[in-house]
T-cell receptor
């Protein structure tokens, strides 16, 4: 089973460029999440989705947009990349919403993004 | 909402039990305690969670104190592959208006030594 797959694994962007990170899950999960992790830090929630066609802001949403057109996919977009967005991005999915129920999250392997 | 406090780092001899403590003194009565780990450069991996009672699965045991203000994750026979950052997590509120998330703090870096 693939679980949660992130594409691409690595990317270097110039300041001002745009890109989209793709997250795909094959577990039929309703809930999906995008986190970012900076050096020496934990993970911070950027955006999340509680189902197809829905999205919501997390703790650090500025500079990012998301879409959930299909249940299995959750896209994270950077319209105009900035050096402050250099980070490792993790996607996750879960059967129930993480902070309400006793459920577990399944994470992808991460996308390492550098903005120069 | 609760936050957690963990030691920055710990060492454990291979084959011995690793006991990772966590303080969550402001946890509410209906909030779960979750443990995840992150092996270098990989995505976090779920380990275990609990509410009041002690829990055990194939990976670890979770001991929660009776007052629920602290817990301990136990890896019974640590191996080199258990070297990772371990996160103790409870729900936190952000933006004030009933928005919640699971916050992964800095965790405890566990080094299993041969």
């Amino acid at each position: 089973n693939a679980g949660v797959t992130q594409t691409p694994k690595f990317r270097v962007l110039k300041t001002g460029q745009s890109m989209t990170l793709l997250c795909a899950q094959d577990m039929n999960h309703e809930y999906m999440y995008w986190y970012r992790q900076d050096p020496g830090m934990g993970l911070r929630l950027i955006h999340y989705s509680v189902g197809e066609g829905t999205t919501a802001k997390g703790e650090v949403p500025d500079g990012y947009n998301v879409s959930r057109l299909k249940k299995q996919n959750f896209l994270l977009g950077l319209e105009s990349a900035a050096p402050s967005q250099t980070s490792v991005y993790f996607c996750a999915s879960s059967y129930n919403i993480l902070w309400v129920t006793n459920t577990e999250a399944f994470f992808g392997q991460g996308t390492r993004l550098t903005v120069v | 909402d609760a936050k957690t406090t963990q030691p920055t780092s710990m060492d454990c001899a291979e084959g011995r039990a690793a006991n990772l403590p966590c303080n969550h003194s402001t946890i509410s009565g209906n909030e779960y305690v979750y443990w995840y780990r992150q092996i270098h450069s990989q995505g976090p991996q779920y380990i275990i969670h609990g509410l009041k009672n002690n829990e055990t699965n194939e990976m670890a045991s979770l001991i929660i104190t009776e007052d629920r203000k602290s817990s301990t994750l136990i890896l019974p026979h640590a191996t080199l592959r258990d070297t990772a950052v371990y996160y103790c997590i409870v729900r936190v509120e952000y933006s004030g208006a009933g928005s919640y998330q699971l916050t992964f703090g800095k965790g405890t870096k566990l080094s299993v030594i041969p």
